[in-house]
């Protein structure tokens, strides 16, 4: 009987091990291979362009330099595009599940005419699904110059715009707004009220080169009065004060005289 129990253990012990062996066995890896040749051609026909969504979700604008004219922003960023050569259908495979770097395989040249900096957080790589469909998704803080209009200042309201072109004619890459663009709730810039952040399509020409499409996002922000009443006016007032109080301190007392005025002197450039 002890015999028969041992045996019928070391069974048990012997069908556990197999049974998730063979399950393995049944499952496929996807094949992930694809051909070097589509990196290189875009998946358009001759008189179709490829329809690029250009995805922009601003997480926070980080700061607005105004003696640089520099806006930093830190967002997130997206592309969609349909490449048929990539569906399942034509690769005898589906990707979905694989990890495609974007380089193998095409995507829209995109810049951003702007910019002053970039730095990526994430690594490059695409989503590819069983149609064909590609989406690319990045987080980008960047710097950008912008132009200021200061002559109302501190009654200012200023447009910042970040602008993105892709390197193809009209023709061969057509751009559209993703339905991701936007402002995070939470966004805001210090000193100023975010009033609203618009997109606009068209198309930009440089002599010698031809012409291309641009995408561009514009920022409308409303100085906060009361920041900078607070920061500002205020203390330099505070100052002036300071600086008044010598017509009641006695002509005989030079130290007393010299120490306020230099105060008011080297304290109000610091504002």
Not at 26 to 47: F, M, N, V
Not at 138 to 166: C, E, H, K, M, N
Request: charged share 20%; hydrophobic share 45%.
């Amino acid at each position: 009987m002890t015999m028969v129990f041992a045996h019928a253990l070391r069974l048990a012990v012997v069908l556990s091990a197999s049974v998730p062996l063979a399950f393995a066995q049944t499952i496929e890896e996807p094949d992930c291979a694809i051909p070097r040749r589509l990196a290189s051609t875009p998946p358009g026909k001759a008189g179709s362009p490829v329809a690029v969504e250009v995805g922009l979700l601003v997480v926070d604008l980080a700061e607005l330099d105004e003696a640089t004219e520099e806006l930093a922003v830190d967002f997130l960023f997206s592309l969609s595009w349909k490449d048929e050569r990539l569906a399942a259908s034509n690769l005898g495979g589906s990707l979905e599940g694989c990890v495609v770097h974007l380089g193998d395989v095409w995507h829209p040249e995109l810049r951003f005419i702007n910019r002053r900096s970039l730095q990526k957080e994430l690594v490059d790589l695409a989503d590819v699904d069983a149609e064909g469909n590609v989406n690319y998704q990045q987080r980008i803080y960047g710097r950008f110059s912008t132009p200021l209009q200061l002559r109302s200042l501190p009654f200012d309201r200023q447009v910042l715009p970040i602008r993105i072109a892709a390197c193809y004619r009209p023709e061969d890459v057509q751009l559209a707004s993703a339905p991701f663009t936007g402002l995070y709730p939470r966004a805001e810039l210090p000193g100023w009220a975010i009033q609203s952040l618009d997109t606009h399509i068209s198309t930009e020409s440089v002599d010698g080169l031809g012409t291309f499409p641009v995408l561009e996002s514009t920022f409308t922000v409303q100085r906060r009065l009361g920041f900078h009443v607070w920061r500002t006016f205020l203390p330099l007032a505070f100052i002036t004060f300071m600086a008044w109080t010598v017509f009641w301190i006695d002509p005989q007392n030079l130290g007393p005289h010299l120490d306020v005025e230099g105060c008011a002197l080297f304290d109000s450039p610091q504002l």
